[in-house]
């Protein structure tokens, strides 16, 4: 698929180019965007994802992730009810959550990976997809962003006033999008379309197939594990505790300065009150994560700056390996938009985006993400570059791409490794989350940004 978005955009910038007389300015966007990629975009990133894999690898090693999956096994539970509560399968689904979650995702799609071929283990009818499996693939196409690191890089790189607002929408249009999916898998399992056919009764479970429930207790026993080889300093709880009063204390008094009889900004006078604390939770996040993980870590008497140096180094290597990507993808974008493209698909769609109020130039973003990564982080910098980073268009794009994944890949990559071939509903779930997502970021960020 990646390769005919790319070739598709290089062929029809080159044809409408042409036919409109600025092939000229096609060529010289080729090179200015490919400079830009380099320079700005992937040079330019290398410092937050420094400091964000620094912080993930404090999380992981701290057993951060064991401890939020503990947390989310009731929710699972209930989401999962073919998958037995200590099949191997439920642990791996688990651990695919939680690190969804704290934006690890080098080791989200190995575990997504491991639970999609333990769900596999149960299924008595082979090459169509289960419940479970469907259900798995809405969760990781619409997975809950704690963070949007790169939108966040983004916007530093081009100076905007303060590039955390995005925060706060990004999480609330996330939480839809999620809903979304996970509610249209509900009932699109039960509907007379996706309905499963009858099990064949000559398919049997194989020795491989049958595997020990203890296994599915790893999750609980990684934790005590780590309670094991890494205990808590003395007070450490009492300390965390505070740690989370401080932060509520702190977002209240952001959000409403009044509390402490400080005098309240115009432009905050003029917020409603949800408003207020979106903006609150977005100016909190950052730094109190900053301290929490390294806080986290040094209660479990880990040393906490040499692990981070030790993740930090990942930053450069992630940003090697997608500098190519990067630059492929930006100069098909830049090209196709100087040769009018992107202006001919919002004339096209224009009807449809003004009856919906949806703003034209979010559209491509919004087609193009669920397909490829890389060509929706292109289209996301020429935004904010175009539209600049304070601008409500950026803003949004930011919250659009952080609350929507590529759900096309994800699904290809998942079912592939197990031979699914009949997908049912999840890719229609999928698309569902693709459609809300867009929608809810607009009118979340309309309500947030005016």
């Excluded at 539970?77 to 439920?90: K, Q, R, S, Y």
């Excluded at 299924?123 to 619409?142: D, E, K």
């Excluded at 993980?293 to 990942?314: D, H, N, S, T, W």
């Excluded at 890949?409 to 998942?414: F, H, K, L, N, S």
């Amino acid at each position: 698929m990646l390769n005919f978005i790319w070739l598709g955009l290089i062929a029809l910038a080159v044809l409408i180019g042409g036919f409109q007389g600025n092939i000229g300015a096609v060529g010289q966007a080729a090179i200015d965007y490919g400079n830009t990629a380099v320079t700005t975009v992937a040079f330019g990133l290398i410092a937050i994802m420094t400091l964000w894999l620094g912080l993930m690898r404090l999380a992981d090693k701290a057993g951060l992730v064991h401890r939020l999956g503990l947390a989310l096994k009731p929710i699972m539970i209930w989401l999962f009810p073919e998958v037995p509560p200590d099949h191997p399968a439920m642990g791996a689904i688990i651990l695919n959550v939680a690190a969804n979650i704290l934006g690890l995702n080098n080791a989200a799609t190995p575990l997504g990976l491991r639970a999609m071929a333990e769900l596999e283990s149960l299924n008595r009818r082979p090459g169509v997809a289960t419940n479970a499996m469907c259900m798995l693939l809405a969760i990781n196409t619409s997975s809950i962003t704690l963070i949007p690191v790169t939108v966040i890089g983004l916007l530093t790189l081009y100076h905007g006033k303060n590039p955390t607002a995005i925060i706060g929408t990004s999480l609330a249009a996330t939480a839809i999008a999620h809903a979304a999916a996970i509610g249209a898998c509900k009932l699109l399992e039960k509907s007379p379309w996706y309905r499963l056919p009858p099990i064949d009764a000559s398919v049997q479970p194989s020795a491989a197939k049958t595997v020990s429930t203890e296994s599915g207790k790893e999750i609980a026993q990684a934790a005590a594990q780590t309670d094991a080889t890494l205990p808590w300093v003395p007070g450490a709880r009492w300390i965390l505790a505070g740690f989370a009063g401080l932060f509520i204390a702190l977002w209240l008094s952001t959000a409403f300065p009044e509390l402490l009889h400080r005098p309240v900004p115009p432009d905050q006078a003029l917020n409603s009150y949800p408003h207020r604390l979106i903006d609150g939770l977005s100016i909190l996040a950052i730094p109190c994560l900053i301290l929490f993980f390294p806080l986290y870590a040094a209660l479990r008497r880990i040393p906490v700056y040499e692990e981070f140096v030790e993740g930090g180094k990942e930053g450069f290597q992630v940003i090697l390996r997608i500098l190519p990507y990067i630059v492929g993808m930006l100069v098909a974008v830049g090209m196709f938009k100087a040769a009018g493209g992107l202006d001919l698909i919002k004339m096209v769609l224009s009807p449809i985006t003004n009856l919906l109020h949806f703003p034209p130039d979010l559209v491509p973003l919004a087609v193009i993400r669920p397909f490829s990564g890389t060509a929706s982080l292109a289209l996301l910098t020429d935004l904010i570059k175009s539209n600049g980073p304070d601008s409500l268009i950026a803003l949004t794009a930011g919250t659009l791409y952080g609350c929507s994944e590529t759900t096309f890949y994800v699904i290809a990559v998942y079912f592939g490794s197990v031979g699914i071939r009949k997908t049912r509903h999840a890719i229609p779930a999928g698309l569902i989350a693709d459609i809300v997502g867009p929608v809810a970021s607009v009118i979340i960020c309309r309500a947030v940004f005016g």
